[in-house]
């Protein structure tokens, strides 16, 4: 089951990672809940600041950067949220697995920025030995892709 079937399936007004949390069984302090509601019921990759000035708007603490670094750098290691590179954004794992997550492909529309993950390991495998051939190391997990969304491309036909 996916992150967002998760969220679709919570009680209004509750926090949608209530169900992820015992999915993945990870210890979520309310902000890293709250960090991750909100990149759940996003609809595109969320930069950081973004991410800190809902918070400021939706509670009465005091938010720092660091503090909205230090919850994404914890959500990325536990796979519960990966980096876009290209837009310098965070977005919700899509794979509510419980085991280590496999590296992913991370489609990006550069007309809307929505993006799609998507894992095929032996094509991963294949790129990655490619590079290794080429004397290239990947850096990280994730390698994005750069192009048009359906939705993008049937807008710009019309």
Do not use: W
């Not at 902000?31 to 009465?60: C, G, N, S, W």
Request: some cysteine; proline content about 6%; charged content about 25%.
């Amino acid at each position: 089951m996916s992150n967002k079937e998760i969220a679709k399936q919570q009680m209004p007004g509750q926090p949608v990672t209530d169900g992820l949390r015992k999915t993945r069984g990870r210890r979520l302090t309310p902000l890293r809940r709250q960090v991750l509601d909100i990149l759940l019921e996003a609809a595109e990759p969320v930069k950081a600041y973004a991410i800190m000035d809902i918070l400021r708007k939706k509670t009465a603490k005091s938010v720092t950067p660091a503090s909205v670094y230090r919850t994404l750098d914890f959500l990325l290691r536990h796979a519960l949220v990966h980096r876009v590179g290209t837009l310098n954004a965070f977005v919700a794992c899509t794979d509510s697995c419980e085991h280590e997550h496999q590296p992913v492909f991370m489609l990006v529309c550069a007309g809307c920025h929505q993006s799609r993950e998507i894992s095929d390991p032996p094509l991963y495998n294949t790129i990655c030995a490619a590079m290794r051939e080429k004397e290239f190391t990947i850096q990280g997990g994730t390698i994005e892709l750069t192009g048009i969304c359906p939705q993008c491309a049937a807008a710009g036909s019309e």
